[in-house]
Nanobody, 130 residues
Framework: QVQLVESGGGVVQAGDSLRLSCAAS????????FGWFCQAPGGERKLVAA????????FYSDSVKGGFTISIDNAKNTVYLQINNLKPEDPALYLC???????????????????????WGQGTQVTVSS
């Protein structure tokens, strides 16, 4: 199991940018994939973006391509989600999740399989004011 702690959320204005962080702790990360999800009040969790441990493979939801960038810093065991030009429909709880069953550190197919993410952080809230 991996422990995940998100940070970086807050209250921003429409058009602003934010960088969310997810600090991960585990004994080894070589077979992990990480994902960022968003959940609006009363809504379901939706996969925003995912990245392999090596950083060589990424996946983006069609609804966020161009406005979101996922990255990973292996030295800091931290996964980031850069959100640019925040819109009124973007506010939500953003959660980080991990999939420990990847066959390799650069395996792509599992990144968009939501059910495979078994470890979750508590989330960081993003609120957009107009």
């Amino acid at each position: 199991q991996v422990q995940l702690v998100e940070s970086g959320g807050g209250v921003v204005q429409a058009g602003d940018s934010l960088r969310l962080s997810c600090a991960a702790s585990a004994r080894t990360f070589s077979n992990y994939g990480f994902g960022w999800f968003c959940q609006a009040p009363g809504g379901e969790r939706k996969l925003v973006a995912a990245i392999s441990w090596s950083g060589g493979s990424t996946f983006y939801s069609d609804s966020v391509k161009g406005g979101f960038t996922i990255s990973i810093d292996n030295a800091k065991n931290t996964v980031y989600l850069q959100i640019n030009n925040l819109k009124p429909e973007d506010p939500a709880l953003y959660l980080c999740a991990a999939d420990s069953g990847s066959p390799s550190s650069d395996y792509a197919p599992r990144l968009q399989e939501i059910a495979l993410f078994e470890s979750w952080g508590q989330g960081t809230q993003v609120t957009v004011s107009s």
